[in-house]
């Protein structure tokens, strides 16, 4: 009993070899049917890959380019909106501060009597049991709606009495403000502690203008 013959691998390969050397243009039809499938499927994957090159990857990289735009417009649109709000804020807070001002400046004194400024607080410092040892004033000064005039007044006298004359240079009629005082202690007994204060405060006149009207045109 005759066994069938089948081909070595070497055998095979000269086989295979031998056929791909036979293969032309004209006779590709007639080739194995694995290397058609072979020759289709390498066909595919550069129709694949060429038209992902040409085709897909311009349009995903413009879709990415849309999507870093858009990110990029929404923070600046917040950021310019937080910008807005913020300053729609300030712009509030400032027109109330103007409106305070202007009430402020309206009550304010045109002119400065500071004659009658020492005597008020040469009166203040004999009803409290003070005394008054000096009162000087400084150049005056101009801002942007009022001018304001530097004192430096120095007082001697007790504790609970310097106390009680700044509650009463308080209560003047003339707009004084305290901004800064030194007080040394002169002596001391068993009955009284004399001390000297040095007060620095500043009077104020207003200037002669509209500012209800500038405020109203803010």
């Known amino acids: 009993m005759n066994r069938e013959h089948r081909p070595s691998s070497s055998e095979r390969i000269a086989q295979t070899w031998r056929e791909l050397n036979s293969l032309t243009l004209d006779n590709l039809g007639a080739a194995p049917r694995w290397l058609k499938v072979l020759l289709l499927a390498l066909c595919v994957l550069f129709i694949g890959v060429f038209g992902w090159m040409l085709l897909i990857k311009p349009i995903k990289l413009e879709h ?20 807005a709000q913020q300053l729609s804020a300030i712009e509030n807070q400032t027109q109330i501060l103007n409106r305070d001002l202007a009430t402020i400046i309206e009550v304010l004194p045109t002119t400065l009597n500071m004659s009658l400024i020492v005597e008020q607080l040469h009166a203040a410092a004999m009803r409290i049991g003070v005394k008054i040892v000096d009162v000087k004033m400084q150049s005056e000064v101009e801002s942007e709606l009022f001018f304001e005039r530097g004192l430096t007044i120095t007082v001697e006298g007790g504790y609970h009495e310097m106390g009680r004359l700044l509650s009463q240079i308080s209560a003047l009629s003339v707009a004084l403000t305290f901004h800064d005082f030194d ?13 000297r204060m040095t007060l620095h405060a500043k009077a104020y006149r207003a200037k002669v ?3 209800t009207k500038e405020v109203a045109s803010d």
């Open 64 to 83: 990415n380019a849309l999507i870093t735009q858009e990110q990029t417009l929404t923070s600046q649109y917040a950021q310019k909106y937080a910008k």
């Open 183 to 195: 007080i040394e202690k002169l002596f001391q007994n068993s009955n009284q502690t004399k001390l």
């Open 209 to 211: 203008i509209n500012v």
